[in-house]
């Protein structure tokens, strides 16, 4: 009896051990896909280029407009952690709500920012305002 309750914990820890190693599994495959081209698989953009988003004072600050910025891009210039940055972002017209979520959810988490989880329907109402 010992032993089944000993292998049902093991099991158990191990199975939330292995879903919670990579809990934003699908933004980061994401990300990869359609934004480490410029931003760097570690987050850290492009020398002088490209703004960072691992520690980054700009996501931290502006995660109401993260959604838009993802599918629409922006332009002009943009100051990221003390340094400014002049070259447009492309949006990314063909990424769902549900995709930007969980992307804006990848980097929030990723390279030790620790900026929370937005919910879907902060998602929809980023982007509802920034069609206005």
């Not at 933004?27 to 002088?48: K, P, Q, T």
């Not at 979520?101 to 920012?113: E, L, P």
Request: net charge negative; glycine share 8%.
């Amino acid at each position: 009896m010992r032993s089944k309750i000993v292998l049902i914990l093991f099991s158990l820890s191990f199975f939330l051990f292995t879903c919670e190693s990579k809990p934003h599994r699908q933004g980061e495959i994401l990300y990869l896909n359609f934004c480490a081209n410029c931003h760097m698989d570690d987050g850290s953009g492009l020398a002088g280029n490209i703004p960072p988003l691992a520690q980054s004072d700009y996501v931290a600050q502006n995660q109401e407009q993260l959604a838009c910025i993802i599918r629409y891009g922006m332009e002009g210039p943009i100051v990221v952690n003390g340094k400014t940055y002049q070259n447009p972002m492309a949006g990314i017209p063909e990424l769902s709500e549900f995709e930007i979520a969980n992307v804006i959810n990848y980097i929030n988490q990723a390279w030790g920012n620790d900026h929370g989880y937005v919910p879907l329907k902060e998602i929809r109402n980023s982007l509802e305002e920034c069609k206005r």
